[in-house]
């Protein structure tokens, strides 16, 4: 899968909780990725839009959120009933139903609205807008939002199997400052690790993966990096993780879904942990 941003500078100003604009992005990426199970593109963008004649979205200057698949699309039926609680395309056990009804309730809250564009077999477009805000205040609130997670300079080994998800936190840690290496399994982990030369500073391994599983491939990476912390994450159940050999009471954890604030978090607690002798 491929991550594309178009993010581009000037984009207006608005008045939102950068935690819970941060939910949005995740929840709209998570499901684009879960409407491309062969690969695809995903692209996220921002961009300035002045309405002026739309039926369901008032009159204004809006800034623009973005995000769209190249995955199945949606008929005319399930984008009508996209954003209803509980409702899901997904088979038992893949998801909630609750992942765009809280995308819409955390927009509307903002004062915004929610567009999608879709068609079976070309993808989806889902459009967040977000009504411009004269307070001049609100970028430089935003921004100082952004510098509450520290940042890092340290190199950070990424073992993550689905695509999307390492696109993601590879962005996000590169955008807090960390160097970023990256393996889609845990043998290519631990070959990755044996022929690094300088330090690795953590590994942010997935529990749960084909071959030997997250916890057998960070014994492998520390034995040549023992020098290196680390932080699990998983989406699954506790009873799963602990099959794995993981518990989450015992290691520093990561639940997924998580936020780029919480993850950049996570990872510099952990770093800043000092070492027992």
Same mark, same amino acid.
């Given at each position: 899968?491929?991550?594309?941003?178009?993010?581009?500078?000037?984009? /207006?100003?608005?008045?939102? &909780? %950068?935690?819970?604009?941060?939910?949005?992005?995740?929840?709209?990426?998570?499901?684009?990725? &879960? *409407?491309?199970?062969?690969?695809?593109?995903?692209?996220?963008? *921002?961009?300035?839009? #002045?309405?002026?004649? &739309? *039926? &369901?979205?008032? =009159?204004?200057?809006?800034?623009?959120?973005?995000?769209?698949?190249?995955?199945?699309?949606? =008929? %005319?039926?399930?984008? $009508?009933?996209?954003?209803?609680? @509980?409702?899901?395309?997904?088979?038992?056990?893949?998801?909630?139903?609750?992942?765009?009804?809280?995308?819409?309730?955390?927009?509307?809250?903002?004062?915004?609205?929610?567009?999608?564009?879709?068609?079976?077999?070309?993808?989806?477009? @889902?459009?967040?807008?977000? %009504? /411009? #805000?004269?307070?001049?205040?609100?970028?430089?609130?935003?921004? $100082?939002? +952004?510098?509450?997670? %520290?940042?890092?300079?340290?190199?950070?080994?990424?073992?993550?199997?689905? #695509?999307?998800?390492?696109?993601?936190?590879?962005?996000?840690?590169?955008?807090?400052?960390? #160097?970023?290496?990256?393996?889609?399994?845990?043998?290519?982990?631990?070959?990755? *690790?044996?022929? !690094?030369?300088?330090?690795? !500073?953590?590994?942010? $391994?997935?529990?749960?993966?084909?071959?030997?599983?997250?916890?057998?491939?960070?014994?492998? +990476?520390?034995?040549? !990096?023992?020098?290196?912390?680390?932080? @699990?994450?998983?989406?699954?159940?506790?009873?799963? +993780?602990?099959?794995?050999?993981?518990?989450? $009471?015992?290691?520093?954890?990561?639940?997924? =879904? @998580?936020?780029?604030?919480?993850?950049?978090?996570?990872?510099?607690?952990?770093?800043?942990?000092?070492?027992? !002798?």
């Amino acid at each position: 899968m491929r991550l594309v941003t178009d993010l581009p500078a000037g984009v /207006w100003p608005v008045l939102a &909780d %950068p935690g819970q604009l941060e939910q949005v992005l995740l929840n709209l990426a998570v499901n684009a990725r &879960d *409407a491309m199970p062969k690969g695809g593109t995903l692209t996220v963008s *921002a961009r300035n839009e #002045t309405v002026s004649a &739309d *039926a &369901d979205v008032a =009159p204004g200057r809006y800034a623009v959120l973005s995000v769209t698949d190249t995955g199945t699309g949606m =008929p %005319p039926e399930v984008v $009508s009933r996209a954003f209803e609680p @509980f409702f899901t395309t997904k088979e038992v056990g893949k998801g909630t139903g609750l992942g765009l009804a809280t995308v819409y309730g955390i927009v509307r809250q903002a004062g915004g609205y929610v567009r999608v564009r879709s068609k079976v077999g070309e993808g989806s477009t @889902f459009e967040v807008l977000l %009504p /411009w #805000t004269k307070d001049a205040n609100a970028d430089a609130a935003g921004k $100082s939002g +952004i510098r509450r997670s %520290p940042l890092g300079q340290e190199t950070v080994l990424v073992v993550e199997d689905e #695509t999307a998800v390492r696109a993601l936190v590879r962005l996000v840690l590169k955008k807090f400052g960390y #160097t970023v290496l990256e393996a889609a399994d845990g043998l290519a982990a631990e070959k990755l *690790a044996a022929a !690094h030369k300088g330090p690795i !500073h953590l590994v942010l $391994s997935d529990v749960v993966m084909p071959g030997a599983g997250g916890r057998a491939a960070v014994e492998g +990476i520390l034995d040549k !990096h023992p020098e290196a912390k680390v932080v @699990f994450m998983s989406g699954y159940t506790d009873d799963a +993780i602990m099959r794995q050999g993981v518990s989450a $009471s015992e290691v520093p954890f990561l639940q997924k =879904p @998580f936020t780029p604030n919480s993850l950049a978090t996570k990872v510099r607690e952990v770093l800043d942990v000092p070492r027992r !002798h």
